[in-house]
């Protein structure tokens, strides 16, 4: 009898030792999250910050600046201008930004500041290519393999291909629709109609990963697209004229989430 006492007495002790070591597991863990959760909330991840480039187009400044603000405190914006933003290209101020928004439609480029581009994208600084970006870099081949298209002003072949010089359409109506719904860029986006300037004839690379397309028939089909150059990956909007864009919710949620996945 006084065996099985004793027996009864050791599982009692035993099973209270693993229940108290349970909960004290629980309370060790309970306690790290909480901590982990009060650090975030006191020290929040650090901005996105983008270097926009502009220059050899003009907009309007007061309404793209106001849709930058919009896009929240996770990302925070600096323009630089050509010709002076291809001192940015440089090592020493690589560091002061995280993502390139291209919003220029610049053309002159000597080799020297070719070469400090492309290494400066090449090594990891991903890029946001918006509309009239499309255009810029007339004589520099390089560029469309960076960015994955070429709206051409004058007729040019690629890979065999000749594309006549391309057209453009202010002010209309266009349905935009999500092609890649799962894609972090454009998740949560539905289709939506936009008040833009359309282009038709301009060159897209086979490679890229199509996001947006449109049935406008002033328009190429394919509108928006990611891809890779280097390290870094790209996203291209064809979109993006002027004001009723800027302020358009579903072209904002693009380019935030567009930023947010190049820059993470």
């Not at 201008?81 to 390139?100: H, I, K, Q, S, T």
């Not at 400090?116 to 810029?136: N, R, T, W, Y």
Request: hydrophobic fraction near 40%; proline fraction near 6%; glycine fraction near 6%.
């Amino acid at each position: 009898m006084w065996r099985r006492v004793r027996i009864a007495l050791k599982d009692y002790f035993t099973l209270t030792y693993d229940f108290n070591k349970m909960k004290t597991l629980y309370l060790l863990i309970s306690l790290i999250f909480s901590t982990f959760s009060t650090y975030s909330n006191q020290y929040p991840a650090e901005p996105i910050r983008i270097l926009v480039i502009t220059g050899g187009h003009d907009y309007n400044a007061e309404s793209f600046n106001e849709m930058l603000a919009s896009l929240g405190p996770g990302i925070k914006y600096q323009v630089a201008e050509f010709p002076a933003a291809y001192d940015m290209f440089l090592p020493v101020n690589r560091g002061r930004y995280d993502v390139l928004v291209f919003y220029h439609m610049w053309d002159k480029i000597t080799d020297d500041q070719a070469k400090m581009f492309v290494d400066c994208i090449k090594s990891g600084k991903p890029v946001v290519a918006l509309h009239h970006s499309l255009v810029a870099f007339e004589s520099w081949p390089e560029y469309r393999d960076i960015i994955g298209g070429k709206y051409f002003l004058n007729p040019a072949t690629v890979n065999g291909k000749v594309y006549s010089a391309g057209s453009y359409i202010h002010d209309l109506s266009l349905k935009v629709k999500i092609v890649n719904p799962n894609h972090p860029v454009t998740k949560g986006v539905g289709d939506f109609e936009i008040f833009d300037e359309t282009y038709k004839g301009y060159y897209v690379a086979d490679d890229v990963t199509p996001l947006l397309t449109t049935d406008e028939p002033t328009s190429e089909p394919v509108i928006g697209w990611a891809k890779k150059y280097g390290k870094s990956r790209i996203v291209v909007f064809q979109s993006g004229h002027d004001t009723p864009a800027y302020e358009n919710p579903g072209y904002r949620k693009l380019l935030k989430q567009a930023i947010e996945w190049a820059g993470r």
